[in-house]
């Protein structure tokens, strides 16, 4: 698994409830919501490549 980087996401609060309401509803965490939510517009954008990601 590639290394992980952190940084500071601001996002107003509406926005920020809808993703917390879908994350709870896939049994996943804000965190892993959002992750899977860029990793699938970059794949369906045609920016990265399944194998890609499991590097």
Known sequence: MSEKKSFVL???AETMKKI????AD???????QIEWML???LK???RMKH????E
């Open 20 to 23: 917390e309401k879908w994350a």
């Open 39 to 41: 990793s699938r517009s």
């Open 51 to 54: 194998k890609e990601q499991q």
């Open 26 to 32: 896939e049994f996943r965490s804000v965190n892993g």
């Open 44 to 46: 369906e954008a045609g």
């Open 10 to 12: 601001r996002i107003d």
